[in-house]
């Protein structure tokens, strides 16, 4: 049977202080400080593993080429608009910025449907910054691809800019 008349004293810390800080508190008041500094950069990693993205770079944003494409039922229409105007530039950023458009780390795909519409949004920057290329597909109420936030909300946005080309 184990000798119960022995309490373990608490071992000083390596930095000297003494053991639940140095007013005597517990050791969760010596070590909260120290986890609360450290919880921000956990959210984040986790927000990051989780696939929320990162946020698209508008700065310096010269054009904006949009498209999409609709898979069924024949013919196959699709749609395009170019925004060069500082107003339309604007309306664009503030509508990715409500929406809380991001570009993912990872590229969702459809898991076998049939249809649906395919956009592509490509990002043109002057001042040597490369192009930026979102897309998204959504069919049958599921929207996959390389976006991150409302990309819901912001195709309801994007459609009705898009005007349809001439099959041919």
Same mark, same amino acid.
């Given at each position: 049977?184990?000798?119960?008349? !022995?309490?373990?004293?608490?071992? !000083?810390?390596? #930095?000297?202080?003494?053991?639940?800080?140095? $007013?005597?508190? &517990? +050791?969760?008041?010596? +070590?909260?400080?120290?986890?609360?500094?450290?919880?921000?950069?956990?959210?984040?990693? !986790?927000?990051? +593993?989780?696939?929320?993205? &990162?946020?698209? #770079?508008?700065s310096n944003l010269t054009q904006v080429q949009?498209? =999409?494409?609709?898979?069924?039922?024949?013919? %196959?229409?699709?749609?395009?608009?170019?925004?060069?105007?500082?107003?339309?530039?604007?309306?664009?950023?503030?509508?990715?910025?409500? #929406?809380?458009?991001?570009?993912?780390?990872?590229?969702?795909? =459809? $898991?076998?449907?049939?249809?649906?519409?395919? %956009?592509? +949004?490509?990002?043109?920057r002057s001042g040597g910054k490369g192009s930026?290329?979102?897309?998204? %597909? $959504?069919?049958?109420g599921q929207i996959t691809g390389n976006m991150?936030?409302?990309?819901?909300?912001?195709? #309801? %946005?994007?459609?009705?800019?898009?005007?349809?080309?001439?099959?041919?």
């Open positions: 049977m184990p000798d119960r008349t !022995a309490v373990e004293q608490p071992r !000083a810390p390596r #930095d000297g202080t003494t053991p639940g800080g140095a $007013d005597g508190g &517990s +050791i969760v008041s010596a +070590i909260m400080p120290r986890w609360a500094s450290v919880l921000p950069l956990c959210l984040v990693a !986790a927000a990051t +593993i989780a696939g929320c993205g &990162s946020p698209v #770079d508008t949009m498209s =999409s494409s609709q898979a069924l039922p024949p013919p %196959y229409g699709s749609a395009q608009a170019v925004l060069t105007s500082a107003t339309s530039l604007a309306t664009f950023r503030k509508a990715m910025s409500s #929406d809380g458009i991001g570009l993912s780390g990872t590229t969702t795909s =459809s $898991d076998g449907c049939a249809g649906g519409t395919e %956009y592509t +949004i490509v990002l043109v930026t290329t979102l897309n998204a %597909y $959504d069919c049958g991150t936030g409302n990309v819901a909300g912001f195709l #309801d %946005y994007v459609s009705p800019l898009l005007v349809a080309t001439p099959s041919g």
